[in-house]
């Protein structure tokens, strides 16, 4: 039985896409988010095709879309990005809360 699904290293692939797309877009923006580190978790399946050629896919299943609309593959992976402290296009920090005591009211 064969499993439908993504290449490991194409599912890599597209997420790292996907983060640089993210960082071209945000480029010319006044604040920047650096990461400082990024965790994926993938459930992955060991496959062998007819050659004997072994790999890993992210399996993917088929799910509903609201409405009954249609059908769209997916599956649920996590990944979890941790930013470092904002920064201008100068790569100044960037101050995200009021550090006064005081309040305007």
Request: negative net charge; without cysteine; glycine residues 8%.
């Amino acid at each position: 039985m064969a499993i439908e699904g993504l290449e490991l290293a194409t599912a890599i692939e597209s997420l790292r896409d996907s983060l640089l797309r993210a960082r071209a877009a945000g480029a010319n923006k006044a604040i920047q988010l650096p990461i400082e580190s990024m965790t994926v978790e993938l459930e992955v399946a060991a496959t062998v095709d007819k050659e004997g050629k072994a790999g890993f896919k992210v399996p993917i299943v088929e799910i509903e879309l609201g409405g009954g609309v249609g059908l769209q593959n997916a599956t649920k992976q996590t990944v979890t990005i941790v930013f470092r402290e904002p920064v201008d296009r100068s790569g100044n920090p960037v101050p995200v809360a009021d550090t006064s005591d005081e309040r305007e009211e």
